[in-house]
């Protein structure tokens, strides 16, 4: 019977170091419902714990545990990092560009004061922080094409600001604290299945739903705006890949990572090959000021070189991906 003891004890050792256990905050979002299937598959559905300030659909509740958690209580991110033994945090709670814009108090609260208790938690409960920041973490003044990971940046966004905060932050408490802070700047991220909540490069999302509803669409940026893409799967890759990565592999805690780059034009000429009908029309707005101050073309090459960041998919791989989910669940 000891000896079972004993046996199921290591075990279970072996099964936490094998496993981390996770917490993924504002996980209802475009990035949080993929990533928490992905990381379930890899690491045990009872190891990941999604949460969010919504009241999740039914099949998210299926697929595993959710929690609500509000990022603005302390109390609330505590009692379950405590209560999950949580050793990997996945902080995506965040107002993104356009709506930031929009109430930027409600931003400031958000995406600074939550940052600031999700590090404070992760320094205290030593967890490994994975924070997403953005090609919006630069500015006008930034070299935009290509963008490196060390340039100047001086966002004009609450989002940017924000997110050059956040960057800085992390970085402080790894070289003060120890916390295991990584961080990787995103482009627009395409997913058909969730949709983005309110960022300046959602039109390359928005567009394939109208050209499957109304064979066209209205662009808010002019057709001639470059910014760097991705596709979700090669995203979600990404923070797994950085998430795994041995600490001696990490020569910088914040890396551009990037797939492709592409105009309104260039993306409806892409469409065009599978709907030939589908016309598009420019009305730009105040996003057409952010995008052109974003990057159009991002360097990655160090996270390329450091950890072996290689996405997968292309432009037109992100077009067929799209219009085969999209036909599939048109309903
Ligand atoms: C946004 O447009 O705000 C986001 C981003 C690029 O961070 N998609």
């Known amino acids: 019977l000891i000896r079972q003891f004993a046996l199921t004890i290591h075990r279970r050792q072996l099964h936490d170091k094998a496993h981390p256990r996770i917490l993924i905050t504002g996980g209802c979002g475009q990035l949080g419902v993929p990533l928490a299937k992905r990381l379930r598959q890899l690491y045990g559905t009872e190891n990941v714990v999604l949460s969010d300030i919504v009241r999740p659909s039914d099949e998210l509740l299926r697929q595993g545990t959710y929690r609500y958690a509000d990022v603005m209580d302390v109390k609330q991110v505590q009692e379950l990092l405590v209560n999950n033994q949580i050793d990997w945090l996945i ?11 929009r109430d930027v108090p409600l931003a400031m609260k958000l995406n600074i004061e939550g940052t600031h208790n999700i590090l404070e938690l992760a320094r205290k409960y030593k967890c490994r922080l994975f924070i997403p920041s953005t ?30 905060h956040a960057e800085l932050l992390g970085e402080y408490f790894f070289h003060r604290y120890g916390v295991d802070f990584r961080c990787l700047r995103f482009p627009g991220i395409i997913s058909a299945d969730t949709k983005p909540g309110g960022g300046t490069t959602d039109y390359a999302i928005e567009i394939f739903h109208e050209a499957l509803k109304a064979g066209a669409y209205k662009c808010y ?47 409806t000429k892409a469409i065009q090959k599978y709907k030939p009908n589908f016309k598009i029309s420019y009305q730009p707005d105040d996003r057409q000021k952010i ?37 599939k669940h048109k309903n």
Request: aromatic share 10%; proline share 8%.
């Open 91 to 101: 902080h995506l709670s965040a107002l993104l560009s356009a709506v930031g814009e």
């Open 135 to 164: 090609i919006g973490a630069f500015g006008p003044e930034s070299p935009r094409n290509p963008t490196p990971d060390f340039c100047i940046q001086r966002p004009r966004t609450i989002y940017g600001v924000s997110k050059v």
């Open 221 to 267: 940026l002019r057709g001639n705006t470059r910014l760097p893409m991705m596709w979700i799967d090669d995203c979600i890759q990404s923070i797994v890949d950085i998430m795994e990565a041995p600490d001696s592999k990490l020569k910088q805690r914040t890396y551009n990572v990037s797939a492709m780059s592409f105009t309104p034009d260039e993306l």
């Open 291 to 327: 995008a052109d101050s974003w990057p159009e073309v991002f360097d990655d090459h160090n996270a390329r070189e450091h950890w072996k960041w290689n996405p997968k998919v292309d432009l037109d791989g992100l077009v067929q991906r799209m219009f085969e989910y999209l036909e």
